[in-house]
């Protein structure tokens, strides 16, 4: 089992550029979301998605879009990025199933963006 | 709108000392809480999950408290190693969507 893997591991970038940052989980969870991390600003949620073909915004949807077509991958695409959206960017993945465990979230270990 | 506050937000301590890290959160209609480890360059690592009809939870040396009406939690280690250290996030899911909240963690040091 990988668990959840994320590429690249890091990236720059120049304004207005666009990019796609890669997600993916080997244990059929129903549930993956994208996080940021921003010093001083603990993480916060961009997009999630509750099963393949379903997605939706978190509290910082604006400038990312998500795409879900298979159980496995949830991509981040950054359209054009903007300084602002210098930051480490977090996968996570859970079960659907019910029960504290099934509960538990499983994290990527992140990219590193940088947008010059 | 859910907000989550750790106090302090750095801790230095000799090993083998006994601490307890801060979680508090606004909005006491929560489902679960989480806390994670997030050692540095790296992801983060769930320790402990309590769900709201829960007191507590331990695993090891760590042990994870819930008070729902006050709106906290705090998370116990015993006898702190070097290799505890790391920074200590604390997360709340509000309701049936699985979107969580996060506070801005806690940097713990524990000096040999």
């Known amino acids: 089992n990988a668990g959840v893997t994320q590429t690249p591991k890091f990236q720059v970038l120049k304004t207005g550029q666009s990019m796609t940052l890669q997600c993916a989980q080997d244990m059929n969870h129903e549930y993956m979301s994208w996080y940021r991390q921003d010093p001083g600003m603990g993480l916060r949620l961009i997009h999630y998605?509750?099963?393949?073909?379903?997605?939706d915004q978190g509290e910082v949807p604006n400038g990312y879009n998500v795409s879900r077509s298979t159980t496995e991958d949830f991509p981040l695409r950054l359209l054009s990025a903007a300084p602002s959206q210098t930051s480490v960017y977090f996968c996570a993945s859970s079960s659907n199933s019910g029960g504290a465990f099934e509960e538990t979230q499983y994290f990527g270990p992140g990219t590193r963006l940088l947008v010059l | 709108k859910q907000e989550v506050t750790q106090i302090p937000a750095a801790l230095s301590v000799p090993e083998g000392e006994n601490l307890v890290l801060n979680c508090s959160f606004t909005d006491s209609a929560i489902y679960n809480l989480q806390w994670f480890r997030q050692d540095p360059g790296k992801g983060l690592t769930s320790l402990l999950l309590i769900q709201s009809s829960q007191r507590e939870q331990t695993s090891g040396r760590l042990n994870a408290s819930l008070d729902k009406s006050s709106g906290r939690s705090t998370l116990y280690i015993a006898a702190s190693q070097p290799g505890d250290s790391a920074t200590y996030l604390c997360a709340v899911r509000a309701g049936s969507a699985r979107q969580l909240t996060f506070g801005s963690g806690t940097q713990l040091t524990v000096l040999p």
């Open positions: 998605s509750v099963g393949a073909g379903i997605t």
